[in-house]
């Protein structure tokens, strides 16, 4: 089994309550909220399956990141 931990200090909660509820095809994901830090972990039989769902999940992340700061303009 392959795995993959995303971890995010900055707006961890604003980011964990948008995207708790994502899933990936073919691929098993844990959300945690911890310590002032948003950690998504991704565990996948085929490499070629987590790397996308890793793509997936930094793209989700940096919208957001960029939809937070244009709201902070």
Known sequence: MHEAKIVVEEN???LYNALKYENAPRC???YELKDGKFYVTILSKKLTNLRAAI???LIWIDM???LLMERND
Request: charge should be positive; avoid cysteine.
């Open 28 to 30: 098993k994901v844990k």
């Open 64 to 66: 957001l990141e960029k």
């Open 12 to 14: 961890a909660e604003l």
């Open 55 to 57: 793509n997936s999940f």
